[in-house]
C-alpha cells in the first residue's frame, strides 16, 4: 500500500496512521460486502477544512474500486460531525 501523504501528518494520532486506517476501512468493508477487501492506495488530500479526506483504491469491494473518505473529528464548533447529509446528495 502506498502511504498517505500530505500536510498534518505529524498532528494525526497514532490510531489514525496511514497504515491503521487502511486495515481498519478493509476490514469494515470486507465484513460490509461479506468478503475480503484489502486498500491498495490510501492518498491524504491537502484539502478538507477540518475533515480529513483521502483517496482510497480498494481491490475486493463490489461495485467500487476508487472511494473517497473523510475522517471528521470528534471536537469543534460544529461536533458531532456527520457526513450523512453529504453522502445522500450523492
Excluded: C, N
Excluded at 476501512?25 to 468478503?35: E, N, P
Excluded at 475480503?36 to 480498494?58: E, I, M, N, Q
Aim: hydrophobic content about 40%.
Amino acid at each position: 500500500m502506498q502511504e498517505a501523504q500530505g500536510a498534518g501528518e505529524a498532528d494525526t494520532p497514532a490510531f489514525e496512521s496511514p497504515d491503521t486506517l487502511a486495515a481498519r476501512l478493509a476490514d469494515y468493508l470486507g465484513r460490509a460486502g461479506a468478503a475480503p477487501v484489502s486498500v491498495d492506495r490510501l492518498t491524504k488530500f491537502p484539502a478538507g477544512f477540518s475533515w480529513r479526506t483521502y483517496g482510497v483504491r480498494l481491490r475486493g469491494f463490489p461495485g467500487a474500486d476508487e472511494a473517497i473518505l473523510r475522517v471528521g473529528p470528534p471536537y469543534g464548533l460544529f461536533a458531532p460531525y456527520s457526513a450523512m447529509p453529504e453522502f445522500r446528495i450523492f
